[in-house]
């Protein structure tokens, strides 16, 4: 398990380098931390967080937030997704859905199939 933040993890995941991590750990010091330090973080490092915060449910849509920096040029552009206060990498991953629900029993019948192709089955035969 990491220390870091989940903001800070997710910059990790997302290949920010540790020269770059280290300013974005003395912003945010602790776990819970308002919005306006993404947009600090943006400013001090030169990335562009686009932040999509999700809702499970039906009360509000899903909106992007984006922050960019202010006074320097972009470098790179990380995709966010905020869940309940929970940051994370906001990615495609290469599966699908119907291995997402039946994980379990596909795991079961291709146990030693490479989990890349695991994750593209799309229906049982």
Known sequence: ??????????CIQAGVDG??????????RVRDFPQSKVQENSD??????NVTIGYFNDSRHNEIKRYIPKECETVRTIDL????????????LPMTTYFVRNYK??????????IEKQMKIYTKR
């Open 1 to 10: 398990m990491t220390e870091d933040n989940c903001f800070v993890y997710a």
């Open 19 to 28: 020269e770059t991590i280290d300013p974005m750990r003395e912003v945010i």
């Open 44 to 49: 001090a490092t030169g990335i562009a967080f």
């Open 81 to 92: 997704l905020l869940v309940e206060d929970h940051y994370m990498l906001n990615e495609r």
């Open 105 to 114: 029993e596909i795991l079961k019948a291709c146990g030693g199939m490479n």
